[in-house]
């Protein structure tokens, strides 16, 4: 009988300091989040620094223009996707012009990891293929082929089934044997590998073993990677059903991420998720959204939709509770006024509950305007898709018929073998015309949409800068840019290929018309605030 309640207390004992732990991690995170603006600060530095070095560089100066865009993208390739996209793209740009073809592989790789971390799957293998591997060293030749075997590996989580994941899992595998012939002596990134392969083929034994060495504390490892070993040891742990542990090393991969001003993570919102199943409905809220929030800020569209998959079951959590505490006072409050003799000790108790109570409606008045701004975005994005999809099979249907019409008509004039006739009814189609047609429907479509559209652009700029259409015009070609940016359509390349301008152009154009409006900073914002028509 004394060995059993020994034991139980044991249980018990052990149980107690578990909790004890996560809640001193977890107090130790929110710390950490409070700091988040320094530690962004001091990266904000580094890369004005970088960047004033940058701008007083000679422009003959190849070697030493490519370093430093090479180190603006290192500080931006975790931090911001669109920044990071810009430098490394000027790598490749420059290492074309000089011909370094080294350079060029080695700027392929490096746009690799960032079009990978946005969830750019097919273009990470585009970039891929494009580099000749010979031609990279044995550094290089490690993030190439780690950056193929992680790609799998997303792949096989997103396909998430029997038949095409394994497939993957095993591509990956291939690639990260690879990876790990060309690590020599950098015995980190060798045990990292050789951890993450074994969490893919489910040896979680020695993945366990692997990870926990990288996490020694004489382990010479930056803090960005302290994020990433802990966040895959934490997985294994949730495997293996060790959830306390499990849900502690992502408590301390995101304190990881915090300090490395990381925005493109995975800790945060597994976190979020884990204590939401657990019942901490509000720390779970608090953390994803600050994850939507890192998510957004870096532009990680396959994260935006793993976030989008869990915020709401978490904010209509976050807001049951909220109504569950007020309806509960409710209820106390007229238990209370039954009891008329305990009026005067109630009292007391009745005014602190009112304080309360006029602090969570007012949470809660926060959440209803943060709910009737999601809901107008949701019509307001219901209300462009149906005009634009009417539009578009309009559109479609039209060509049809002129397709038909244009069979039957070329049909006759086979058998009747009149070739020239043909060739004559071929010349009069007007490309150039099909194409200004198409333009004019988009333009009057989206001033159907937005009718204050072009008002409120101008107000942006000072008189002698505003941009105006012609008489003869809808839009001109620097307000549609603007306009497929309201429609949502930010990617440069898209937008180019729209268009039919190169990405330098589009890029050109939208740093131009940015630098002559009145506020350059929140330019791209008050873009995206333009109001649609009225859908209240």
């Known amino acids: 009988m004394k060995y059993i309640f020994y034991l139980?207390?044991?249980?018990?004992?052990?149980?107690?300091?578990?909790?004890?732990?996560?809640?001193?991690?977890?107090?130790?995170?929110?710390?950490?989040?409070?700091?988040?603006?320094?530690?962004?600060?001091?990266?904000?530095?580094?890369?004005?620094?970088?960047k004033t070095y940058q701008s007083k560089l000679s422009q003959t100066d190849y070697d030493a223009r490519f370093d430093t865009w090479d180190k603006l993208y290192t500080e931006y390739k975790s931090?911001?996707?669109?920044?990071?996209?810009?430098?490394?793209?000027?790598?490749?740009?420059?290492?074309?012009?000089?011909?370094?073809?080294?350079?060029?592989?080695?700027?392929?790789?490096?746009?690799?990891?960032?079009?990978?971390?946005?969830?750019?799957?097919?273009?990470?293998?585009?970039?891929?293929?494009?580099?000749?591997?010979?031609?990279?060293?044995?550094?290089?030749?490690?993030?190439?082929?780690?950056?193929?075997?992680?790609?799998?590996?997303?792949?096989?989580?997103?396909?998430?089934?029997?038949?095409?994941?394994?497939?993957?899992?095993?591509?990956?595998?291939?690639?990260?044997?690879?990876?790990?012939?060309?690590?020599?002596?950098?015995?980190?990134m060798h045990t990292y590998l050789l951890g993450l392969q074994d969490y893919q083929e489910k040896d979680y034994k020695e993945g366990r073993i692997r990870f926990r060495k990288l996490l020694e504390r004489d382990m010479p490892i930056s803090m960005h990677l302290r994020a990433m070993v802990s966040c895959s040891l934490g997985s294994i742990c949730l495997e293996d059903n060790e959830h306390e542990e499990g849900l502690n090393l992502m408590i301390r991969a995101a304190i990881a991420d915090i300090k490395s001003s990381t925005r493109e993570t995975v800790a945060l919102y597994t976190l979020a998720e884990l204590l939401y199943k657990q019942g901490n409905i509000k720390d779970a809220y608090s953390f994803i959204q600050l994850a939507k929030a890192d998510a957004d800020f870096y532009g990680a569209r396959q994260r935006k939709i793993q976030i989008g998959a869990i915020l709401p079951l978490i904010a209509a959590a976050e807001l049951n509770n909220t109504e569950h505490q007020k309806n509960r006072f409710l209820v106390f409050l007229l238990i209370i006024t039954a009891l008329a003799l305990l009026v005067v000790f109630f009292l007391v108790m009745i005014v602190k509950q009112l304080k309360n109570l006029k602090i969570k409606e007012a949470i809660i008045e926060?959440?209803?305007?943060?709910?009737?701004?999601?809901?107008?975005?949701?019509?307001?994005?219901?209300?462009?898709?149906?005009?634009?999809?009417?539009?578009?099979?309009?559109?479609?249907?039209?060509?049809?018929?002129?397709?038909?019409?244009?069979?039957?008509?070329?049909?006759?004039?086979?058998?009747?073998?009149k070739y020239d006739a043909i060739h004559t009814f071929v010349d009069s189609i007007d490309i150039k015309k099909e194409r200004e047609n198409l333009y004019y429907s988009f333009d009057h479509i989206f001033?159907?949409?937005?009718?204050?559209?072009?008002?409120?652009?101008?107000?942006?700029?000072?008189?002698k800068d505003q941009i105006w259409p012609d008489e003869d015009e809808v839009l001109n070609t620097d307000l549609r840019i603007f306009a497929l940016i309201r429609m949502g359509i930010a990617d440069n390349e898209t937008i180019a290929k729209i268009l039919e301008y190169s990405v330098n152009t589009i890029y050109v154009y939208k740093m131009r018309i940015k630098a002559k409006s009145l506020h350059p900073d929140q330019f791209e914002q008050r873009i995206m605030d333009i109001k649609a028509f009225d859908y209240d």
């Open 8 to 50: 139980l207390f044991s249980l018990i004992s052990l149980s107690a300091n578990a909790l004890t732990d996560t809640n001193t991690l977890l107090e130790e995170l929110k710390n950490e989040i409070a700091k988040k603006n320094v530690y962004d600060g001091s990266k904000e530095v580094r890369i004005q620094k970088l």
């Open 79 to 188: 931090y911001q996707f669109d920044s990071a996209y810009v430098y490394v793209d000027k790598m490749i740009s420059l290492s074309k012009v000089t011909g370094n073809k080294r350079k060029e592989y080695y700027s392929y790789v490096r746009m690799a990891f960032i079009l990978l971390s946005s969830g750019m799957f097919n273009e990470t293998f585009d970039y891929l293929r494009k580099v000749n591997v010979k031609a990279l060293n044995d550094v290089d030749k490690v993030d190439y082929y780690f950056f193929l075997g992680r790609c799998n590996y997303d792949l096989a989580n997103y396909s998430n089934d029997k038949y095409f994941s394994p497939y993957y899992i095993k591509a990956g595998n291939k690639y990260i044997d690879s990876a790990v012939s060309f690590c020599g002596n950098d015995h980190i």
């Open 366 to 417: 926060g959440k209803n305007v943060q709910l009737n701004h999601i809901n107008g975005k949701l019509i307001e994005d219901a209300k462009i898709k149906e005009e634009y999809i009417g539009q578009f099979f309009k559109a479609i249907s039209g060509y049809i018929v002129k397709l038909e019409n244009l069979k039957i008509s070329i049909d006759a004039k086979l058998s009747m073998k």
């Open 447 to 463: 001033l159907k949409i937005f009718p204050n559209f072009i008002t409120v652009f101008n107000s942006l700029f000072a008189e």
